[in-house]
């Protein structure tokens, strides 16, 4: 069955701070991997988006990296701000089905002064 | 830029209505989708469309019944409403699309839609 987990589910650190975000996905046949943001009633916000034949992405102070091989990806958070605070979530888009866009449960980012 | 529009953003029912979840896009894009999120578990796929006229079924979709008469609009409608059906309904367009239908590109997601069943 192809998965998607988030460990672990909920991460506070001080302001400042580079964090990483991990996520693990069961099938390495995937066509590509996302990283969204949601803030508590909102919608999810498209971070960064990663195809099966990248490494890595890069937007402002986020990184995000991706290894078919083992089954990870994750989100490199550089100098953290309050402002990061939310939940990050990841998706992979499994190839071989349609649609197969699977969610992990997210991770909630608390950054404190 | 109004993106993904969803009504309402709040919704009260009692078990046994049929209500419609309406999603609208402005951004001219093939695929569209519905989920529904659920504390623990992540976002898990409803109905989807890949144009006008088609429509497929995702991972939970029983109890939902979907249509799409044009590119814009996507609604989401419940039969008969049950507890179960309590949750968070987020849509989502996407404008890139391989020829098997499967979204690759970037998903703009409405702000949701929170539904309460009593």
């Known amino acids: 069955k192809q998965e998607v987990t988030q460990i672990p589910a909920a991460l506070s650190v001080p302001e400042g701070e580079n964090l990483v975000l991990n996520c693990s996905f069961t099938?390495?046949?995937?066509?590509?991997l996302q990283w969204f943001r949601q803030d508590p009633g909102k919608g999810l916000t498209s971070l960064l988006l990663i195809q099966s034949s990248q490494r890595e992405q890069t937007s402002g102070r986020l990184n995000a990296s991706l290894d078919k091989s083992s089954g990870r990806s994750t989100l490199y958070i550089a100098a953290s701000q309050p402002g990061d605070s939310a939940t990050y979530l990841c998706a992979a888009l499994f190839s071989g089905g349609y649609n197969k866009l699977i969610f992990g449960a997210g991770t909630r980012l608390a950054v404190h002064p | 830029n109004a993106g993904v529009t969803q009504t309402p953003k709040f919704q009260v029912l009692k078990t046994g209505q049929s209500m419609t979840l309406q999603c609208a896009q402005d951004?001219?894009?093939?695929?569209m989708s519905w989920y529904r999120q659920d504390p623990g578990m992540g976002l898990r796929l409803i109905h989807y469309?890949?144009?006008?006229?088609?429509?497929d079924q995702g991972e939970v979709p029983n109890g939902y019944n979907v249509s799409r008469s044009t590119t814009e609009d996507f609604p989401l409608r419940l039969l008969s409403a049950a507890p179960s059906q309590t949750s968070v309904y987020f849509c989502?367009?996407?404008?890139?699309?391989?020829?098997?239908?499967?979204?690759?590109?970037?998903?703009?997601f409405g702000e949701g839609s929170r539904l309460t069943v009593l």
């Open positions: 989502a367009s996407s404008s890139s699309l391989l020829w098997t239908g499967l979204a690759t590109g970037e998903l703009f």
């Open positions: 951004m001219n894009h093939e695929y």
């Open positions: 469309s890949v144009g006008a006229g088609i429509t």
């Open positions: 099938d390495s046949a995937i066509y590509n």
